[in-house]
C-alpha cells in the first residue's frame, strides 16, 4: 500500500506541477496583452511590466492550484484505467478509500502550503505589484500618505484626512478638507460624513462648513449634499489603502478591529477574513470531485467525458463560491455562511458521489 500511496502522490504532483505551469503562463500572457500599450510605451516601462508580472505569479499560482489539482488528479485516473491498473487494484481488494487516503493527505498539505501563500507571500507581492503598476508604470503620483490609520494628502492649499476608506464600493467617510491662505493661515475647514464616488465625482453628504479669519470662526453652515471640493479618483487613494485580497489574515483581522472601534460597518471585511480560511480547503473538495466523478468512468471507454465533468463540476464550484461572496459583501447571507457555503454543500456532494460508487 506504501509503494501505491508513493506512486499516486508522486504522479499528481507531476501532473500539478505541469498544469500550474500552463495556467500561469496562460494568466500572463493574458494580463501582458491586456496592459501591452502601457508594457511598450517606453523600455522602463517594459521592465516595470515585467516586475509587475513576476510579482503577481505567486497569487496566480494559489487561485489555480484547486482546479489545477483537480485536473491533476483526473489525468492520473484516466492513465490508471487505459492501462488497466484500476482493475488491478480492484482485484487486489483495494478500496476506493485507501486509493482517496493519500490524495487526501496531499490535498492537507495543498491547504497548509495555500495558506502561507495568501499569509506571507500574496500580502506581500500584491501589494508591490500594484504599486509599481499605479505609481511607476502609470504615473499616478504619490502625495497621498497612511499615516496613524488615516490617509493623508495635499494638493495646492488643500490638506485633507480620511479616517475610512472603502476600497470596493469607492466611499470615504469621517473626512476633513482644510484649505489655507497663502500665508499658511486656515480659511476654511469642511467636516464631511460620507463621500461616495458617483458618475466621475465625489458626492459628500452632511457636510459642514467652517470659515475663519484673524478673529476665529467667522460663519458655519451646513449641506445635506456637495460636489466639488476635491478630484482626486478613487484609484489614487487605493495606492496607499490595501484591498483585503492583498492583506494577510491577521492584517485584516486587525485592521476589522480598528473599524469596529470606529464604528464602522465590518460585515463585508468579515466575509474576505473568513474567506481567507475557506479558500485553501476547496482542495480537498477536488479530491472528491475527482474520484466521484472519474471513477464513475472506469469501467466505460468514454474517459474524456469524465474528464470534461470533473472540470465542469471544478467550474460549478468557482461559479457557486462567487455567488455567494456576493450575496456575502451584499449583506444577504452572514460572512461566515457566506465564506463556507460552497464548501459546504460540494463537499456533501462530494462525499455522496464517493459513497454511491459502484465498485
Known amino acids: 500500500m506504501k509503494?501505491?500511496?508513493?506512486?499516486?502522490?508522486?504522479?499528481?504532483?507531476?501532473?500539478?506541477?505541469?498544469?500550474?505551469?500552463?495556467?500561469?503562463?496562460?494568466?500572463?500572457?493574458?494580463?501582458?496583452?491586456?496592459?501591452?500599450?502601457?508594457?511598450?510605451?517606453?523600455?522602463?516601462?517594459?521592465?516595470?511590466?515585467?516586475?509587475?508580472?513576476?510579482?503577481?505569479?505567486?497569487?496566480y499560482f494559489n487561485l489555480i492550484l484547486p482546479l489545477s489539482f483537480l485536473v491533476s488528479i483526473l489525468i492520473l485516473i484516466i492513465l490508471m484505467i487505459r492501462a488497466n491498473e484500476i482493475?488491478?487494484?480492484?482485484?487486489?481488494?483495494?478500496?476506493?478509500?485507501?486509493?482517496?487516503?493519500?490524495?487526501?493527505?496531499?490535498?492537507?498539505?495543498?491547504?497548509?502550503?495555500?495558506?502561507?501563500?495568501?499569509?506571507?507571500?500574496?500580502?506581500?507581492?500584491?501589494?508591490?505589484s500594484e504599486f509599481i503598476y499605479k505609481v511607476k508604470i502609470r504615473q499616478e503620483q504619490s502625495y497621498v500618505f497612511f499615516k496613524a490609520d488615516k490617509i493623508w494628502f495635499k494638493r495646492g492649499n488643500q490638506i485633507c484626512n480620511i479616517g475610512f476608506f472603502d476600497t470596493r464600493r469607492d466611499l470615504m467617510k469621517d473626512v476633513t478638507l482644510i484649505e489655507l491662505t497663502d500665508g499658511y493661515a486656515i480659511r476654511k475647514r469642511f467636516d464631511?460624513?460620507?463621500?461616495?464616488?458617483?458618475?466621475?465625482?465625489?458626492?459628500?453628504?452632511?457636510?459642514?462648513?467652517r470659515t475663519f479669519s484673524e478673529k476665529g470662526v467667522t460663519g458655519k453652515r451646513s449641506y445635506p449634499s456637495l460636489k466639488g471640493l476635491f478630484s482626486e479618483p478613487p484609484s489614487v487613494f487605493k495606492i496607499v489603502q490595501q484591498d483585503p485580497e492583498e492583506m494577510s489574515y491577521k492584517e485584516l483581522k486587525k485592521y476589522i478591529h480598528r473599524l469596529r472601534s470606529n464604528g464602522h460597518d465590518i460585515r463585508r471585511y468579515l466575509v474576505d477574513l473568513y474567506n481567507k480560511i475557506a479558500f485553501p480547503f476547496i482542495n480537498v473538495i477536488m479530491v472528491l470531485a475527482a474520484f466521484s466523478v472519474g471513477f464513475r468512468y472506469s469501467k466505460t471507454k468514454q474517459v474524456s467525458k469524465g474528464i470534461f465533468w470533473g472540470i465542469a463540476l471544478g467550474m460549478c464550484y468557482w461559479?457557486?463560491?462567487?455567488?455567494?461572496?456576493?450575496?456575502?459583501?451584499?449583506?444577504?447571507?452572514?460572512?461566515?455562511?457566506?465564506?463556507?457555503?460552497?464548501?459546504?454543500?460540494?463537499?456533501?456532494?462530494g462525499t455522496v458521489g464517493v459513497i454511491t460508487l459502484r465498485t
Not at 478509500?97 to 507581492?125: D, K, Q
Open 3 to 59: 509503494r501505491l500511496s508513493k506512486y499516486l502522490v508522486k504522479n499528481v504532483l507531476k501532473f500539478l506541477l505541469l498544469c500550474e505551469l500552463a495556467g500561469v503562463a496562460i494568466f500572463v500572457v493574458v494580463e501582458f496583452f491586456d496592459h501591452v500599450d502601457l508594457f511598450t510605451r517606453t523600455f522602463s516601462n517594459f521592465s516595470y511590466g515585467a516586475a509587475y508580472l513576476l510579482l503577481r505569479l505567486p497569487y
Open 319 to 349: 461559479f457557486f463560491h462567487s455567488i455567494s461572496l456576493s450575496l456575502g459583501y451584499s449583506e444577504i447571507f452572514p460572512p461566515f455562511f457566506s465564506a463556507w457555503f460552497a464548501n459546504l454543500f460540494f463537499f456533501s456532494l
Open 87 to 128: 482493475i488491478l487494484i480492484r482485484t487486489s481488494g483495494i478500496s476506493t478509500f485507501a486509493m482517496m487516503r493519500p490524495m487526501l493527505g496531499l490535498s492537507l498539505a495543498l491547504v497548509l502550503f495555500s495558506f502561507a501563500l495568501s499569509e506571507w507571500v500574496i500580502p506581500a507581492s500584491s501589494s508591490a
Open 192 to 209: 464631511i460624513r460620507e463621500g461616495m464616488w458617483k458618475d466621475g465625482a465625489w458626492v459628500f453628504n452632511d457636510v459642514v462648513e
